[in-house]
């Protein structure tokens, strides 16, 4: 069967896009070049392009002078995500554009509720947002919410949400309230789609997120692993030690009671800055603290990673604290632990720090959009 007359030029005007999205900063005559179309017919595309709002035009000019070249560049502003970080106590949400940048940000302590006024607040709030964005509304492609629990495979209800003290509240919660679409993802996931975004594709590795909750995900081969009920997996209830501490899950010992940032802030009594300010000092009281989590992270590493023996990424809240030095004694620990000594494996801090799960919350839908304008495959 034949492509009819709109469909090529659909096409053409896609291949022209697509050639803007890899390129960004290029000239009618260099898109022309490559793609062997006559300039009107550039000329026409990049009209509708520039007329949608999807690329911008700018003038440059070279160093050796001469007329100043029309560069056209994508736009990553033309389509915006709402993430939302949905904490216990406090709401953390961004403007995300399709370059995964943060082009707006707020917070609002809020204690989570499974009770309609919750809800209320919680959209009227974000809608506020919103609406300070000054976007229109064919900008913003939907309104993703990361949440403290394991979002159960339906992606309408929480399968554990033990942190906000309900499991049974459910996406139409959140979603009847607002115009756009409306959709959940467990936090220490969607931090891990962040770290492992652009990642080599034969990447493998472990995503610890060191907030005041421990978080964790897999990535196996560049991607996010999903399970079916567990999401990314849920190791940070790894029991680390038999009947040791309680854990907000309902065991003991849990890699939680050890390793979240949580657990420097109840050993010591002191807030996260005050304990590094006395750590750094090599105070006598606090340093082995910090050394003492540092060491059971390594028993929690070590665990994991006679499962997946890949690399280790640590994110989170505790990341601007963590010092060359502390990834050094965290792996040399791992190697004390180890029976496979061979088997070598880098620990680095993520890119994205405590921002990562915002980040990777508007990322689901940011790649949907690019492969729907086929602008990745
Ligand atoms: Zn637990």
């Known amino acids: 069967m034949g492509i009819t007359t709109s469909e090529l030029k ?31 017919t550039i000329s026409q595309n990049l009209g509708y392009l520039l007329e949608q709002d999807k690329i911008h035009c700018s003038s440059h000019r070279a160093a050796t ?21 949905l904490l216990a106590n406090m709401l953390n949400v961004a403007a995300v554009n399709l370059a995964g940048e943060i082009i707006a940000e707020s917070s609002l302590d809020l204690v989570f509720t499974n009770d309609p006024l919750y809800f209320e607040t919680f ?48 996406r139409t919660d959140f979603a009847q309230h607002f115009q756009y679409p409306v959709s959940l ?3 220490a996931e ?21 907030n005041a909750n421990l978080g964790c995900a897999v990535i196996v081969n560049g991607q996010i692993m999903r399970s079916r009920h567990l999401s990314s997996g849920v190791m ?11 854990c907000y899950c309902g065991k003991c010992g849990c890699a939680e009671s ?24 090599k105070n006598i009281k606090y340093l082995p603290i910090w050394q003492r989590y540092l060491q059971d992270l390594a028993l929690m590493i070590d665990d994991v990673r006679m499962v997946i023996g890949g690399d280790v990424i640590i994110g989170g809240l505790l990341t601007p604290y963590l010092t060359d030095e502390d990834l050094d004694s965290i792996k040399d620990s791992v190697y004390s632990l ?4 061979n088997a070598d494996f880098t620990i680095s801090k993520g890119k994205y720090g405590k921002k990562a799960t915002l980040i990777g919350t508007a990322l689901t839908r940011i790649t949907d959009y690019l492969k729907e304008e086929r602008l990745v495959d």
């Open 190 to 210: 969607a931090a891990g789609i962040a770290e492992s975004w652009h990642s080599a594709p034969d990447m493998n590795a472990i995503y610890l997120s060191l």
């Open 65 to 85: 002078g001469g007329r100043p070249a029309q560069l056209y560049k994508f736009n990553y502003n033309s389509r915006i995500t709402i993430s939302v970080e």
């Open 123 to 170: 959209s009227s709030w974000v809608n506020h947002f919103i609406a300070s964005l000054s976007c229109r509304p064919e900008q913003i492609l939907g309104i993703t919410i990361a949440i403290q629990g394991v979002v159960d495979a339906d992606q309408e209800h929480i399968s554990f949400g033990t942190l906000l003290s309900s499991s049974t509240f459910v």
């Open 10 to 40: 659909q096409l053409n005007c896609d291949m022209v896009y697509r050639m803007i999205y890899e390129n960004n900063g290029i000239t009618k005559q260099m898109i022309a070049k490559e793609l062997r179309f006559s300039l009107p």
């Open 338 to 341: 180890t029976t496979f000594k």
């Open 236 to 246: 940070e209830h790894l029991t680390l030690y038999p009947n040791g501490i309680p």
């Open 258 to 281: 050890y390793c979240s940032a949580n657990t420097l802030i109840r050993k010591s009594g002191l807030s996260l800055p005050l304990f590094f300010q006395k750590v750094r000092d």
């Open 185 to 187: 993802i467990h936090d």
